[in-house]
């Protein structure tokens, strides 16, 4: 066999019965995240390795869960308003029941909050520990969130219930409740601080999306933007209502004016919005006359300053969406464009430009990076510690280079070199000639020969022994999915073995005391 490390066993959600809804599943986000099945496997591994009850940001149930949420909080956002301006108090059975539900819903988000893992912004490894999101959370939302979910609805439900009671009583009593009523509805206003989840919940929706990434974030913007400027709109023209019902109808008032007195509630609310849109957009179609009053006076002021915030909000979302598109993305579109160009002028085969195709797409992930002027511009010294944080564990897991001097290892990684294979490609076939050795980032392959076969997987190695000896290869090597390959010469490595020669004999001796190392391709 070419390698002593045992693949890794394969631990499938599938496996877990009802935890499997809190363990990471494979889509194209954690797929980007962790690079491949076996990684995303491991990442499940490593989640019920620890033993605590923690909801993965890539499970099953996060997904649905946050997709709840943000219906239920945009209907919130919709609803309020609504019900403090025009429902004049009673709003009946079904909407007290929807307030409680969601009152409740927002307290128990609190709570799984703490539950919850994190991706953090500078790491791809998912914050799982209890402790840790204790303190990210405490630290970050937990305060708007607790004030947000304040359960009003249950007050208001108690308050209502209570006014209903004392209307037997007397008149004074009677007033004195609804009085209290009103207050407790304008201060439920304190939930419209739900919108900071609205755009919370969008933000992780782009992470948790088994879709195109670059397409579902500018979907998203996008959304999340006009979603924004439909709340402003609606707000605006349920304050339109609302002030002058605080002001108990004064006769001079717009609604008077209008004789919507005793419209439906879809009458008023569509006359308001209409006339804060007109104070909004600046045209004045439904303003025939001035204000009447100080307050309407502020409220038609607000209204257009909010209209004129509007229009900025949406230019400079605009321009940020035209100017900030991802530069690599388009640097890599550039090439692919040209690299058409160039397949067309050779007049090569619809097949063969479609495998083409797929290798820039799997050896680049759609971004173009000018990886070697890279790596040349930076210090050495930078250089070995980029490469030490890509490689190094590659090289650990090969005992040949185990426990070697650090400097040898550094040497050795600046010699490497990365390759990408397609599915059912091969790597090498048997009997062919050996000059290079081969590290797994990310990927599958199959190693086979006339009496045995196995699969490799992330962090195996293979072709080793012809690092210190050209030979024919033993075995042939074909990708099972698209791998990420580091390859290393043997002449690359023997011009490194030349400044090292006492690891040269240490490794030659390796070689020859270790008999397994004979069937190693």
């Known amino acids: 066999m070419e390698n ?23 889509n194209r986000q954690s797929l980007s995240v962790y690079g491949s099945e076996i990684a995303v496997e491991k990442e499940c591994i490593r989640q019920l ?37 025009f429902l004049d108090g009673y709003s009946g059975v079904g909407w007290e029941g929807f307030n409680v539900f969601s009152d409740t819903l927002f307290l128990m988000d609190v709570a799984l909050n703490f539950r919850m893992g994190i991706i953090s912004e500078d790491s791809e490894v998912a914050i799982l520990d209890i402790k840790k999101i204790r303190v990210i959370y405490l630290k970050s939302w937990f305060i708007p969130d607790v004030i947000a979910a304040f359960p009003i609805g249950y007050i208001l439900l108690i308050a209502e219930l209570q006014s209903h009671s004392d209307t037997s009583t007397s008149g004074s009593k009677a007033s004195r409740m609804v009085r209290i009523l009103m207050f407790v509805r304008i201060i439920s206003l304190v939930r419209l601080l739900r919108v900071s989840r609205l755009v919370r919940f969008f933000n992780e929706v782009e992470k948790v999306s088994n879709a195109n990434l670059e397409y579902v974030q500018l979907f998203f913007r996008i959304l999340s933007l006009f979603m924004m ?14 002030v002058p019902m605080l002001e108990e109808f004064p006769s001079d008032c717009w609604v008077r004016q209008e004789k919507l ?19 909004m957009i600046q045209i004045s179609y439904g303003s025939n006359e001035s204000p009447t009053n100080e307050v309407e006076l502020w409220v038609v002021m607000t209204s257009m300053l909010s209209g004129a915030l509007m229009y900025t909000v949406l230019v400079a979302n605009a321009a940020a969406i035209i100017t900030n598109v ?3 993305a388009k640097a890599y579109k550039d090439k692919m464009n040209h690299l058409d160009d160039y397949m067309t002028f050779l007049k090569l085969p619809n097949d063969l430009r479609l495998r083409i195709q797929k ?19 930076v210090s050495s010294a930078l250089r070995e510690e980029i490469l030490t944080v890509m490689c190094l564990s590659l090289l650990n897991n090969v005992p040949m280079f185990q426990n070697r001097d650090v400097n040898f290892l550094n040497t050795v990684l600046l010699q490497f070199q990365l390759e990408v294979f397609q599915e059912d490609d091969v790597i090498f076939h048997q009997n062919a000639p050996g000059d290079r050795m081969f590290f797994i980032e990310h990927g599958q392959v199959l190693v086979e020969t006339d009496s045995f076969s196995q699969e490799l997987a992330d962090g195996d190695y293979f072709g080793e022994t012809c690092l210190m000896t050209k030979g024919k290869r033993l075995a042939t090597v074909q990708a099972l999915t698209t791998c990420q390959l580091f390859s290393l010469s043997s002449d690359r490595f023997q011009r490194v073995l ?3 020669p006492d690891i040269r004999r240490d490794m030659e001796k390796f070689l020859q005391q270790d008999k397994e190392y004979v069937l190693h391709l």
């Open 498 to 500: 030349q400044g090292f």
């Open 49 to 85: 390795q620890s033993g605590v009850w923690v909801i993965h940001p890539f499970s099953p149930i996060r997904s649905y869960y946050i997709m709840c949420m943000v219906a239920i909080t945009f209907l919130n956002l919709i609803g309020i308003p609504m019900e403090i301006a």
């Open 326 to 328: 991802d530069q690599a």
């Open 4 to 26: 002593s490390q045992a693949p890794v066993g394969r631990r499938t959600a599938s496996t877990c019965g009802w935890r499997a809804v809190f363990l990471p599943q494979l």
């Open 229 to 242: 400027m439909f709340l402003l709109c609606h707000w605006n023209g349920c304050i339109q209502y609302f």
């Open 261 to 279: 007195m005793n419209a439906t509630v879809g009458e008023k609310y569509s006359f308001g919005v209409f006339r804060a849109l007109s104070h």
């Open 359 to 377: 290798y820039y797409g799997a050896r680049y992930g759609g971004r173009w990076f000018d990886e070697k002027n890279f790596l040349i511009s």
